[in-house]
C-alpha cells in the first residue's frame, strides 16, 4: 500500500527532524570530547533511539494528531533516507529501532527516555553514553577482535584450504574429488574452530570482568 502524506503531516516531520538535527548538533561535541570508544553498530543505534525520543516529544509539543510516538518513528525514517539511506534500507532500519526501543517489561529504553527529555547543549547525551562505559558487550575493543577474528576465519580458513586441496592434487593425484574436497574442509576447519573457541574464551573473560559484583544480602 502507497503511504500518503498531507502537507501538515509532511510540514510536522519536517519540523521534528529539523529539531533533531539542532539537538544532535548540540549534543555529539560534548560526546566526542568524551573519547568513548563504543562499537559503531551500538553507537549509531543508541543515537537514532536517542533521537527517536527527541522528535517524541517535538510531536507532542506540535499537537501531532495520532500516536505520537509512531510520528517519531515516522520522523527518523524520513531523516534516515534524507541522509542517503534507501527507503527500504530505512524501514528495515526503524523496524529494527522499534523492537529496540522498549525493554523487557514494555517501557522504553533509557536512549529514548532521554532523548524525550533532551535540551541544546544539556550533556544528556554525554550522560546517556556514561551509563555504557564500562559495559564490555558493546565496547570498541570487543568489536575489533570480532572484525579481526572473522578475517581470520575466512581469509586463514580459505587460504588453508586452497593449499591444503594444491598439495593433493600436486603429491597425490590420484586422489579423488570428493577426498580432495574434504581435504580442503578440513584444513579449513582446522583454522575456524580453534579461532572461534579462542574468541569465545576472550569474549567470556570479558563478561566476566565487567560483571558487577554479586551484591551481599543481610
Known amino acids: 500500500m502507497t503511504e500518503v502524506k498531507t502537507d501538515s503531516e509532511a510540514n510536522t516531520i519536517d519540523i521534528c527532524v529539523h529539531h533533531a538535527r539542532e539537538i544532535l ?34 510531536s507532542e509539543r506540535l499537537g501531532v494528531a495520532g500516536d505520537t510516538r509512531d510520528h517519531a518513528f515516522e520522523a527518523m525514517e524520513s531523516m534516515l533516507i534524507a541522509d542517503g ?4 534500507e530505512a524501514q528495515q532500519r526503524i523496524l529494527f529501532l522499534r523492537n529496540m526501543s522498549r525493554v523487557e517489561d514494555g517501557t522504553d529504553t533509557l536512549a529514548v527516555s532521554t532523548g524525550y527529555e533532551a ?7 554525554t550522560r546517556l553514553f556514561d551509563e555504557y562505559r564500562n559495559e564490555a558487550r558493546v565496547s570498541g575493543s570487543l568489536w575489533r577482535l570480532f572484525e579481526r ?3 581470520i576465519m575466512f581469509i586463514g580458513g580459505a587460504v588453508a584450504a586452497f ?15 570428493i577426498d580432495i574436497l574434504a581435504a580442503g574442509l578440513l584444513a579449513a576447519a582446522l583454522v575456524v574452530v580453534p579461532t572461534f573457541l579462542i574468541g569465545l574464551l576472550i569474549y567470556r ?12 544480602q543481610s
Not at 539511506?85 to 527500504?88: A, E, F, R
Open 119 to 125: 535540551v541544546p547543549n544539556d550533556e544528556s547525551m
Open 163 to 177: 593449499v591444503t586441496i594444491w598439495a593433493v592434487t600436486i603429491f597425490l593425484p590420484k586422489t579423488e574429488g
Open 25 to 58: 548538533a548540540s549534543q555529539l561535541p560534548q560526546v566526542k570530547a568524551q573519547g568513548y570508544d563504543f562499537a559503531p553498530l551500538f553507537r549509531q543505534m543508541t543515537i537514532q533511539l536517542y533521537l527517536v525520543g527527541v522528535m517524541w516529544r517535538c
Open 149 to 151: 577474528g572473522k578475517k
Open 205 to 216: 573473560t570479558k563478561m566476566k570482568k565487567s560483571a558487577p559484583p554479586p551484591s551481599s
Open 85 to 88: 539511506m534507501k527507503k527500504k
